[in-house]
């Protein structure tokens, strides 16, 4: 990603940057919740200043410093709060107040509007970034202050240097069950890797993880449809229904920072990402999904018709008339899935083949761009 080289705040009139404070290990600080930029940047400059200057003579470390998180928004455009940017500083450390620390992150501009994302949901900003950003690789990591920085080396590693396509930081590997608080969240976790490793013969070791490095060429061969956290199984099965190198790197995971909340809910969002998975079981490998649900119908269909048949057989008569035209309607039903998933396999096949003209041919555009 090509980082801006600026930060400039002017903005239109009618446009005021608030700043809504998710959470700060020092509490005082983050109140009011909802502020003025320009406020929470008096406030946090003097106090940078001032912890900063109290150091301990031992060390020569700061005595005091705390974490801030936050979110940046347009308060003043119409009636509805635009998500803008969710960010974190550090107050103590000597790189003075939010909005200096943000110019030195070089993360935002809030002048452009541009990078003002309008629809919420986490797979509808990733579709806004692999759509509008070119780099030789991607990183993508959750803003919850979960997962540790010293692993992003070795997975960009992998991808510029092992021409990995995806790169999977994998906490269920390491402290994930041991510091996760919700203990349906490591189930939901386990289960969904389980199935999705066993319905596409695959190895992933952790599926829902939000820690990602990816290659250029699979950013722009990867259609985003998911509009919220079932992206990441969305990710995963794409690249293993097209075999693509993925590889997994071992990272650390800590649990939350006390007082800041999860926007995920263990049913809702647990359901959306079951179904996203059958969803694209059935578009990947349809001649097994509906070559089960022909198994099953025909199965119903024989158990149905069996006593019926029996009957026939002692009595010569069939007083259950009606079973047995259901049992002849679900047999039809059975052999008509089997039909269409042998008619979509051929239709899945070819998306395969098409897929892999438009791998070369972005990745012939991208060394082309490169000068290669």
């Known amino acids: 990603m090509e980082r801006l080289k600026a930060y400039e705040p002017e903005l239109p009139k009618d446009m005021e940057p608030m700043v809504y404070v998710n959470y700060c290990e020092k509490s005082e ?10 406020d929470l940047d008096s406030k946090t400059v003097e106090q940078d200043k001032a912890w900063y200057a109290d150091r301990d003579p031992k060390t020569n470390e700061p005595k005091m410093t705390a974490q801030m998180f936050f ?3 347009y308060a003043e455009k119409g009636d509805k709060m635009l998500h803008h940017f969710q960010g974190k500083i550090d107050i103590g450390s000597g790189n003075g107040g939010i909005i200096s620390q943000l110019k030195m992150q070089n993360e935002m501009k809030l002048t452009d509007e541009s990078w003002i994302s309008y629809q919420q949901g986490k797979g509808n900003v990733i579709r806004r970034m692999f759509r509008e950003i070119d780099a030789e ?5 959750d803003g919850d202050d979960t997962y540790p920085l010293d692993c992003a080396r070795e997975m960009v590693a992998k991808v510029l240097e092992h021409q990995a396509d995806m790169v999977v930081g994998d906490r269920l590997s390491a402290s994930y069950f041991t510091e996760n608080k919700r203990p349906f969240h490591n189930m939901g976790n386990s289960l969904v890797r389980k199935s999705i490793n066993l319905l596409f013969k695959s190895d992933i070791k952790d599926i829902m993880t939000g820690y990602r490095a990816f290659s250029y060429e699979f950013v722009k061969t990867f259609p985003v449809f998911s509009k919220g956290f079932e992206i990441e199984t969305e990710m995963t099965i794409h690249a293993v229904n097209y075999n693509m190198q ?19 809910n263990t049913y809702s969002d647990g359901f959306r990402v079951i179904r996203k998975m059958l969803q694209l079981y059935k578009n990947y490998k349809p001649m097994h999904f509906f070559g089960m649900l022909a198994f099953l119908l025909v199965v119903v269909s024989v158990i149905l018709f069996v006593p019926v048949f029996l009957e ?3 009595t010569g008569l069939v007083p259950r008339f009606p079973t047995l035209i259901a049992c002849g309607f679900i047999l039809l039903a059975g052999i008509q899935s089997f039909f269409s998933g042998m008619m979509l396999e051929v239709m899945a096949a070819k998306d ?6 438009r791998l070369n041919r972005v990745h012939g555009e991208h060394q082309e761009r490169k000068g290669l």
């Open 137 to 141: 690789c991607y990183l993508m990591i």
């Open 312 to 314: 026939y057989l002692n």
């Open 352 to 357: 395969r083949k098409d897929f892999e003209y």
């Open 29 to 38: 600080l983050g109140n009011p919740r909802c502020q003025k930029l320009s």
């Open 246 to 264: 993925v590889e997994n790197v071992v990272v650390e995971y800590r649990d939350r920072p006390q007082g800041s909340e999860s926007k995920l």
């Open 71 to 73: 979110t940046v928004y």
